[in-house]
């Protein structure tokens, strides 16, 4: 017989046993959803392995407390049109796979699988956390400032904003590829960098550059404000051909300036006053004044130049220094000594001309025209004996210049009188002597002498040819 406590230790074992048996026929969950981290963008899978799912359950996906799916149908909202759920049977075990593709932000949360019997929740999962590793949005960084332009000396203000995102983003302003110190404004989610500044003459057309910076950048972003227009007065120099300038000459003077917007209006002053005939100012850009005849008595001149736009003016001036020139000393009739006469210093201008004219006129009547008469006649002499004398072959050496003069192709052949008419006729022809490099004996030179051909006679015999030696005239 069993005792007591035998007794008792009996059953004991056999409760467990009996559980045990109930536990390995019942449903459970054999492997639970594990953490996520990804970046926004990838791939999320969420695993949930059920061991021995009977026909009257269903497992459903769970984030925080929304439902998800129900079995591998994904509840039709647009939100959870990037989720899909996957079931592989094996075996005893059945493996649930909840997909996200592509992740965004939103999908950040906590994700649980329950199976559910006739609408009640059975078994539930372990809490799988999903970290989306968020990128800053396009239209980030965003620059912005109250203005385009600014006058020196104001206080400009250049704000750059992006999104508060997991991972953080880091911000920063630069100007000219050093970056400058900023503020830092939290505001709804929202990160801003402000750079405040004195608007300066030198910022005038500079670009001011925001860089963003994120792990989850393969490179930085950046905006940019700029060029910005910087408005300042006129920055005046006055340029002069010199300061120093002799009597009785005249000086050129230059505004020069450096505004933004430019110069509208220029305008000149000269202390002390000048005539108005000595002083010209450019009509087209009134920026170069110049000034003639400038004498002694304006030795120690100032001159100044004021320039206007819109922002305000600029002024500057210069001193002119005026150096007398050596007088030439005129001659005056009570200068001169007593026993000079001072008749015809001062005769008008016309008389004196009239004079000249006179005296060219009688030059040429009585040396240049009974010149040129006695060339004439000398010349005319020296033709009428020619024609009389007949000219021989041994003449021709003395002969200096032909009536005719040219280099023939072939052979010379004067026209001959074929009238009955009783005349003179000769011409003398003369050809060009090559240089002393072209052959003249592979060249006739011909010299033809016709004197007083009659129609009685053979005309034949009084035609000479000759051979003649080159000569040079």
């Not at 009640?120 to 949005?137: F, G, T």
């Not at 016309?350 to 240049?368: D, F, K, N, Q, R």
């Not at 021709?396 to 052949?413: A, K, N, W």
């Not at 002393?436 to 002498?449: E, H, V």
Request: contains cysteine; neutral net charge; charged residues 25%.
């Amino acid at each position: 017989m069993f005792t007591r406590h035998k007794r008792y230790f009996i059953h004991v074992e056999i409760a467990v046993f009996v559980c045990f048996v109930i536990n390995s026929l019942a449903t459970r969950i054999s492997q639970h959803p594990v953490d996520v981290t990804v970046r926004e963008g990838d791939k999320v899978e969420l695993s949930c392995k059920i061991r021995r799912l009977r026909e009257n359950q269903e497992v459903w996906w769970y984030k925080n407390t929304l439902e998800l799916s129900h079995g591998r149908v994904i509840l039709q909202d647009p939100v959870y049109s990037r989720y899909t759920v996957t079931s592989f049977p094996d075996g005893l075990t059945s493996i649930y796979v909840l997909q996200i593709y592509p992740t965004t932000r939103s999908d950040n949360g906590v994700y649980t699988c329950k199976i559910v019997s006739d609408a009640d929740i059975v078994l539930e999962s372990e809490n799988a956390s999903v970290i989306i590793l968020e990128v800053p949005r396009q239209r980030y960084p965003e620059c912005r400032a109250e203005q385009d332009t600014f006058i020196v000396n104001d206080l400009v203000s250049l704000n750059c904003s992006t999104e508060i995102i997991q991972p953080t983003v880091s911000l920063s302003w630069s100007l000219d590829n050093t970056i400058v110190d900023s503020e830092i404004y939290i505001t709804d989610k929202i990160k801003t960098i402000q750079y405040k500044f004195r608007a300066k003459k030198t910022d005038n057309r500079k670009s001011f550059l925001c860089v963003l910076k994120s792990d989850m950048l393969m490179s930085s972003r950046n905006c940019s404000i700029g060029p910005v227009n910087m408005l300042y007065k006129p920055t005046v120099k006055i340029h002069s051909t010199s300061n120093t300038v002799i009597a009785g000459r005249e000086v050129f003077i230059a505004c020069n300036s450096d505004a933004n917007p430019l110069v509208r209006e220029y305008k000149w002053k000269i202390s002390p006053d000048m005539p108005h005939k000595y002083v010209h100012i450019d009509k087209e850009s009134t920026q170069v004044l110049r000034i003639v005849n400038i004498s002694t008595d304006q030795n120690n001149t100032i001159v100044s130049c004021t320039a206007e736009n819109e922002v305000g003016s600029g002024f500057d001036q210069v001193k002119l220094f005026v150096e007398g020139k050596e007088q030439v000393k005129e001659s005056h009739p009570e200068n001169l000594p007593e026993n000079v006469s001072s008749v015809g210093i001062s005769l008008p201008l016309p008389i004196l001309i009239a004079c000249a004219i006179t005296s060219i006129v009688l030059i040429l009547i009585t040396v240049i025209v009974p010149l040129y008469f006695l060339c004439i006649c000398k010349k005319g002499r020296e033709t009428e004996a020619e024609l009389n004398v007949p000219i021989n072959i041994t003449e021709m050496q003395e002969i200096l210049q032909p009536d005719y003069y040219f280099e023939p192709r072939d052979r010379v052949l004067p026209r001959v009188p074929d009238n009955d008419r009783q005349f003179t006729w000769k011409k003398h022809i003369g050809v060009q002597v090559p240089d002393d490099n072209y052959d003249i004996a592979s060249t006739s030179y011909m010299y033809l002498t016709l004197n007083e051909p009659k129609r009685s006679r053979h005309i034949e015999h009084y035609r000479h040819y000759h051979t003649l030696n080159p000569m040079r005239f």
